[in-house]
């Protein structure tokens, strides 16, 4: 094959795009194309005659024979979802299911949402995991021989920022690196089981340590409940999830961490005045670390009440199992029935583009999958060092430095933890809405100035105005960071890769947003000291000025779209998207902020502009 037909068939969806990798055109071609074509829509082009015996077949191969017609017309339907109208092999009740499905998209069986809510107390947990620390870093560090002042301040600060980071690091270098194995062996749902199981451990374990070293390697442990937990739900959620809410419920993950963050801080002020009883001292930091133990006991519980990924049962050839999980999150049979048979379709034509080779280099060989990964990547890295995380563990020091009291800390605190959390609110109808890529060009700039507003703050000499400043510049800062660089990262990392690649490109995303995390937790009471406050918080400021151009040029938007049109995004090169970009910047800044009249630019995709014209996925196992 010529490397112009090989060019031509990668880049079929998106005919107006030239191949930006020309050196390395064999293999990765060959497989962008496969990727591409088989993957699109495998039932496109068949005629309705043998799609419905096809179906009929497949029912009565698997089991569910009784359901037949069922599986016969929602194929039909599975193949062009825009078309259903046009079926005279549907009845008018068939139909007017289907049109519920666009007029009424938050009309669903009450198990899906309560499936929403097992992963919304899971992002509880994992918001507490990550904020008690902020209130007992007020007192273990005296008690465990790292006090934060005199002779050896500066060795001890790193402890300290060691001991934060423990969780974040072992989801680095470790947790997230199981939950491809964890979810191949025991399904989402056990995997959430088991990484729900070390955090409650690990908080009793925390509770109970009596050395610096001690605590950390029970917070390194924590981590094997972080990882994997973090790159399992958001899949999990996506996979259950119809398309036209996909966004709102995957989003759910960072809504409720923030919640978990805000009920951190609540634990903080309810323990802080309990004092020590005989042979237990520093009860206090001890109950608060312990905190987080509590809804991780309830995740267990409750985990094995939601049903398991229909695509991970279908991934086992468990189709009757599968059936049953989606007539469970489903409103009628024929919805599960199309949504079975077309997981099915596409897990097959999955292993037919299976090329052998290793899927963790796949992500960075195959140009496609490539450009999903820089761009999960950049989203996942900027969510750490636009700075939030600096507040989230350590705003209880920089309210501290800033004039207040130990109490009045903890309460700033809390306050910020409420506006991260009712501010995330918003983000459920406009992620699905406005945008991923919007919402996040939005918030950058104004994350920029905000940080700097505090930073700048501390330069301030009347204490009054310092700490009415300070806390104006962290609130105002939340209200931006939570509906766009809070929910987004994970949304968009759980939809952007390919399913054939989707469990190793999640457990890299999360694990470089652990490692991050980690170093942010490490080095910043260090550079509290080391830059100032003032140049603390402008370093970040300026992470988030790279962040907005790192967005603008190599992230693409994702919402509302399918497979089919991830594909054709993705396929564009990446020299060519940012360049567009460029162009678009201005336009957008005339149009939208200046409310000029200008000439509408030329598509950057085929879809833009007649989504009516595409074959949408029907189903939440396409996110």
């Known amino acids: 094959m010529s490397k112009d037909i090989d060019q031509k068939d990668v880049l079929s969806a998106a005919p107006t795009a030239t191949f930006d990798d020309k050196a390395e055109v064999s293999h990765v071609d060959k497989v962008v194309a496969d990727i591409n074509v088989r993957l699109a829509n495998p039932l496109e082009g068949i005629p309705h005659d043998q799609l419905m015996a096809d179906a009929s077949a497949f029912a009565r191969d698997h089991g569910l024979g009784h359901l037949a017609d069922e599986f016969a017309k929602g194929a039909l339907v599975a193949q062009d979802p825009t078309a259903f109208e046009s079926l005279h092999q549907l009845s008018e009740e068939d139909k007017e299911i289907f049109r519920g499905e666009l007029t009424r998209r938050w009309d669903h069986p009450p198990m899906l949402y309560y499936l929403a809510i097992l992963c919304s107390v899971a992002a509880c947990v994992q918001g507490m995991d990550e904020s008690v620390i902020n209130g007992a870093n007020l007192f273990y560090p005296q008690q465990l021989a790292i006090p934060q002042d005199g002779p050896q301040a500066s060795r001890n600060e790193w402890l300290l920022g060691v001991v934060s980071a423990a969780p974040y690091l072992c989801c680095a270098v470790f947790g997230c690196w199981l939950t491809e194995p964890l979810n191949r062996m025991f399904g989402r749902r056990g995997t959430i089981f088991i990484s729900a199981f070390f955090a409650w451990a690990t908080c009793f374990w925390s509770g109970v340590v009596n050395s610096w070293e001690h605590l950390f390697v029970a917070r390194f442990v924590l981590g094997i409940g972080i990882g994997p937990k973090s790159a399992t739900v958001p899949v999990y959620a996506a996979e259950c999830a119809p398309p036209a809410i996909r966004g709102a419920l995957v989003m759910m993950w960072q809504t409720w961490t923030a919640f978990g963050i805000m009920l951190g801080y609540v634990m903080d002020l309810a323990f802080y005045r309990v004092p020590d009883r005989p042979h237990i001292k520093g009860l206090n930091w001890r109950l608060m670390l312990g905190s ?246 402008g370093w970040y400021a300026g992470w988030n000025i790279i962040g907005f151009i790192l967005i603008l040029l190599f992230v693409p938007e994702t919402k509302a779209l399918t497979l089919e049109e991830l594909d054709e995004v993705f396929s564009v090169p990446s020299e060519q998207h940012a360049w567009y970009q460029l162009k678009a910047l201005p336009h957008n800044i005339k149009k939208y902020v200046f409310r000029m009249k200008t000439e509408p630019l030329p598509p950057l995709y085929k879809h833009e502009g007649a989504p009516s014209a595409e074959h949408r996925a029907p189903a939440g196992f396409m996110a």
């Open 292 to 537: 987080a133990g509590v809804p991780a006991f309830f995740l267990m519980i409750q985990v094995f009440f939601c049903p398991e990924s229909p695509r991970w049962l279908v991934s086992k050839g468990r189709y009757p199992q599968a059936y049953e999980s989606l007539s469970r999150l489903r409103k009628h049979p024929i919805q599960a029935a199309r949504d079975l048979y077309y997981i099915h379709v596409f897990v097959e034509a999955e292993k037919e583009i299976d090329t052998g080779h290793n899927r963790f280099f796949e992500l960075f060989t195959v140009p496609r999958n490539r450009r999903a990964t820089v761009a999960s990547l950049i989203v996942m890295f900027m969510q750490q060092f636009c700075g939030v995380n600096a507040i989230a563990y350590y705003s209880s020091t920089i309210f501290q430095q800033s004039g207040f009291s130990n109490v009045e800390s903890l309460l700033a605190s809390w306050g910020f933890g409420m506006i991260n959390f009712l501010m995330a609110l918003p983000a459920v109808y406009t992620i699905d809405t406005f945008g991923r890529r919007n919402l996040l060009l939005t918030t950058f700039p104004l994350m920029a100035i905000f940080l700097l507003l505090t930073g700048f703050a501390f330069f301030i000499t009347d204490e009054r105005a310092r700490i009415g400043i300070v806390a104006l510049g962290i609130y105002l800062f939340g209200c931006v960071y939570s509906p766009g660089e809070g929910p987004v990262p994970f949304t968009y990392s759980a939809e952007a890769f390919p399913l054939y690649v989707r469990e190793i490109g999640m457990s890299l995303a999360t694990a470089v947003l652990w490692l991050f995390n980690g170093i942010l937790a490490m080095t910043f009471p260090r550079m509290l000291t080391a830059f100032t406050p003032q140049g603390a918080f």
